[in-house]
């Protein structure tokens, strides 16, 4: 069913094997969370009550 | 004649669709549930349609593997690889949202095209993206006013007692009140979604039930072996889900295909094991003075994992504190660790804990592939991969009962008569095939390929 991978060409123009090496990134801040600190709380509660964290 | 083209020659004539999707519900498990009669309405459905069990994705957890479903594409194009995920320089962890899915979902493609969608509870769609139709948004939400699209929805479902998700601590200090309430939000979740068929134009309908997942995790042990009170709580729930089942082909609009879907098989859990701790204890991991965290690495540091299995190389000019250099010293270390923790064992019983250590580009293509860990364990099944620090061993017992599998996540499109044996099909193929039931074309940058 799937494309096999090793056989189709990449069909995006921006993928490439370029970017599949390691990124060399400089520092840059974090991206704004969608969740307020208090919802953070909230959410990472879950993740713990689950075993996830 | 092709499977896609039989299903399409029936009469559809109002080409509506209805999904419903059965979160940690494996394809052994539901048709073990249907043919013990715990699920009879199950049982009558799945020899009416295609059956087949489905690969998921690696990581295996279930925000992964439902953007790999809604979008269609592999982690490398959709960019989830985790519940949790990391900035690297300067070192923070983040909790993804459907804000960093970089790929249009099924709905939003679906609205495109001019359908009505009404898509209820499916993880990672907090908070709430625009679509063609209604949303509420499912794990992790942190509040029911926030997660719908249109925001005037929230209102209505405040009325009907709808809840997000249970309190999953109650499994651990109140298991009676755990069972309770997952019964009861099940319940409040089909009450609104019949009340929603009915009152809201749509073409195609997504409901997800998580409730599923959840019981498997705490009690998918004691109904293996048995146990008497807690097996029959078990099946209780899901002899529950069934009679909803029975009620929602009642309900279903005349020729609507039902398509249940899953995102991962399930399995008993042997063991939790601490990779951090091992990476620790074999010199990849180091810290600084202070606080033992991740954000504290020592500059000499060279790995570290993030749950579960993610391993990241403590890349120089990548890191916070990235030591590593890229080109043939990053290799032979990926090399190293592929060997090394591939091999690892449980030390009295021998067993293998891994299935196999996968490089990203090995699993994952497209442009966010950057953004991947650089290695992926995939466990030997049962074995639950974590990344607590100031573990003292590598090994503990588990901490619930069942976890996820690779293997076995179920699909079933209704309709059909036929199986779909050993096609390999995958979590990121299940959008084409449905695009295809709503005789809407698969769109090039998508993966998975319709059904021939």
Known sequence: MSRPEDKTPPQDATETKEEQAPEAAGPASPPPSAYTPQEEEIVLARLRALGYL | ?452
């Open chain 2, 1 to 452: 004649m092709g499977i896609i083209k039989r299903l399409l020659s029936r009469a559809h004539p109002e080409n509506k669709l209805f999904v419903l999707s059965l979160d940690g519900v494996s394809h052994t498990f539901a048709r073990r549930l249907a043919a013990s009669g715990v699920m009879p309405n199950l049982g009558r459905l799945l020899p009416q349609g295609a059956l087949a069990a489905v690969d998921s994705v690696l990581p295996t957890v279930s925000t992964v593997a439902w953007a790999s479903y809604m979008t269609g594409v592999n982690p490398g194009k959709h960019g989830i690889f985790g519940l949790v995920d990391r900035h690297p320089n300067p070192f923070s962890t983040l909790i993804p949202t459907s804000r960093d899915i970089k790929a249009p979902t099924l709905w939003e493609i679906l609205g495109r095209a001019g359908k009505r969608v009404g898509v209820i509870n499916v993880p990672l769609t907090y908070p709430p993206r625009k679509v063609n139709g209604f949303m509420v948004a499912g794990f992790l939400s942190p509040d029911l006013a926030q997660a719908t699209f249109p925001v005037e929805l929230a209102p209505r479902l405040m009325e009907m007692d709808y809840r997000i998700e249970v309190d999953i601590s109650l499994a651990h200090s109140e298991p009676e009140m755990f069972l309770s309430e997952l019964a009861e939000t099940m319940t409040r979740r089909f009450k609104a979604a019949f009340q929603l068929m009915s009152e809201e134009p749509w073409e195609f309908f997504q409901l997800h039930l998580t409730g599923p997942d959840r019981i498997n995790h705490f009690y998918w042990a004691a109904w293996e072996d048995g146990e008497e009170e807690a097996g029959r709580r078990f099946e209780e729930f899901y002899r529950l889900l069934d009679s909803y089942l029975g009620e929602l082909l009642e309900q279903l609009p005349a020729g609507c295909p039902l398509v249940l879907v899953s995102d991962h098989g399930f399995t008993r859990t042997l063991g939790v094991v601490y990779i951090n701790h091992w990476l620790e204890q074999n010199g990849y991991l180091l810290f600084g003075r202070g606080k033992k965290e991740l954000k504290n690495q020592h500059p000499d540091s060279k790995a570290y994992s993030l749950i579960p299995g993610r391993i990241y190389i403590n890349l120089q000019g990548r890191e916070q504190t990235g030591s590593v250099v890229q080109g043939r010293p990053y290799e032979e270390l990926r090399e190293e660790l592929i060997h090394r923790i591939g091999g690892l064992s449980h030390p009295e019983t021998g067993q293998a804990l891994v299935k196999k250590v996968h490089r990203r580009e090995d699993i994952y293509h497209g442009p966010h592939v950057i953004k991947a860990p650089d290695l992926v364990i995939e466990p030997a099944p049962g074995f639950d991969f974590k990344a607590n620090l100031g573990v003292k061993g590598l090994l503990a017992p588990p901490e619930t009962s069942g976890m996820h599998t690779y293997e076995d996540a179920l699909f079933y499109l209704g309709g059909m008569r036929a199986e779909l044996p050993g096609q390999g099909l995958k979590l990121e193929d299940v959008a084409s095939v449905l695009l295809s039931v709503m005789k809407i074309a698969t769109p090039p940058s998508m993966d998975g390929r319709p059904l021939a």
